[in-house]
């Protein structure tokens, strides 16, 4: 698999207190398998979809200062120097919360804050190169920057990665699509009152399935949460879920389509 390009979604992970329900969980949703814990790595345990890399889980650092954040995926962004990376995030506002750190041989890595709040990794690949499928049932397919300041994001992740900018023609809600190569890569919308006010800025990550509505049954029966949808669109149907330890992510069936894929314009 080739490296990916500056600013392509190329990994996932989520922290959580509990890693064995994580697990369980995400294998009856999802229908993952997962690999041995890498103790010498956290014991980071690696997630499958028929036998291919798609995401991670770990459990919290020992010792981790302001106590243990609340289970939430992050989305990696690819970068050929995280170095570099980390200094694009300064100048632009934004705060690096982990500083570049090799992680073996496998690759590079970073977190970051963007101004607006929105939290997010950085990888630069050796022998790990991220996601090893993408859009098939039990892997990522999309991802949204969710951020209440708007012109934070929309200025930050431009300047940070080569992104193109294009502006959804939708007079009901405030999304853009981030692009490489003409080709989306990455959302951002607004959230609005229809967030709660506790409900920090995050970036939603989309996993595939085959059928959104079992696989919401699937996440109830073992105690997540719907908090959108299920809802058909262009793009696929789709809905927004809570996992029982807290932490959101979507399910969408990119088979099943409806309506007219909306207008793209390009921002000046």
């Excluded at 006010?197 to 699937?218: C, K, L, Q, S």
Aim: charged share 20%; with cysteine.
């Amino acid at each position: 698999m080739a490296v990916q390009p500056e600013g392509m979604p190329c990994w996932a992970d989520a922290m959580f207190t509990d890693v064995e329900g994580a697990k369980r969980f995400y294998a009856d949703v999802l229908g993952w398998t997962f690999g041995h814990a890498q103790t010498e790595y956290g014991n980071y345990v690696q997630a499958y979809a028929d036998g291919r890399a798609v995401a991670a889980v770990v459990p919290p650092m020992p010792g981790q200062d302001g106590g243990t954040p609340p289970p939430a995926w992050c989305l990696y962004l690819a970068s050929p120097d995280v170095a570099a990376t980390a200094r694009k995030v300064r100048e632009n506002g934004g705060e690096v919360l982990m500083e570049p750190m090799a992680v073996g041989d496998f690759g590079s890595m970073l977190l970051a804050r963007d101004p607006g709040g929105v939290t997010f990794g950085v990888w630069e690949a050796g022998t790990h190169e991220g996601f090893e499928v993408r859009a098939v049932p039990g892997a990522y397919c999309w991802a949204e920057v969710y951020t209440r300041d708007v012109a934070a994001s929309d200025a930050f992740f431009p300047a940070v990665f080569p992104f193109t900018v294009k502006r959804l023609e939708d007079a009901h809600m405030d999304f853009k699509v981030f692009e490489l190569d003409d080709a989306p890569v990455l959302g951002r919308m607004r959230m609005d009152g229809d967030f709660p006010a506790e409900v920090p800025p995050y970036i939603n990550v989309y996993f595939t399935v085959e059928d959104v509505d079992a696989a919401i049954g699937r996440a109830t029966t073992h105690g997540g949460k719907v908090v959108f949808g299920p809802m058909d669109s262009p793009f696929g149907r789709f809905a927004a879920l809570l996992d029982p330890q807290g932490a959101a992510f979507s399910v969408i069936d990119v088979t099943r389509t409806e309506g007219e894929m909306p207008a793209l314009t390009a921002e000046s």
